[in-house]
Nanobody
């Protein structure tokens, strides 16, 4: 079973930056479309960014221009660079395929607060 381990979250002030990482055991990682998701307290999980096997990216309108998704196929790592963070982006962040094919990891908590 494919596993995901997210890391890099923490407490950051509004306007700050964080870089999230996701390690996966997926042997098809290099060709599989991947995504970063987040779930705020009391809200549904939402997809915020995707990246295809060839490196094409898409972003939710709310994060365009501030978040950057990337990956390292050799290391089987997915990244999310987040800048100019807002308090409403406090959430647990997860990685998975762009269609959430596999079980979720534990996620990484991002708290944006002064």
């Amino acid at each position: 079973q494919v596993q995901f381990v997210e890391s890099g979250g923490g407490l950051v002030q509004p306007g700050g930056s964080l870089r999230l990482s996701c390690a996966t055991t997926d042997s098809s990682f290099s060709i599989r479309p991947m995504g970063w998701y987040r779930q705020a307290p009391g809200k549904q999980r939402e997809l915020v960014a995707t990246i295809t096997g060839s490196g094409s990216t898409t972003y939710a309108d709310s994060v365009k221009g501030r978040f950057t998704i990337s990956k390292d196929n050799a290391k089987k790592m997915l990244y999310l660079q987040m800048s100019n963070l807002k308090p409403e982006e406090t959430a647990v962040y997860y990685c998975n395929t762009n269609r959430a094919m596999f079980n979720w990891g534990q996620g990484t908590q991002v708290t944006v607060s002064s």
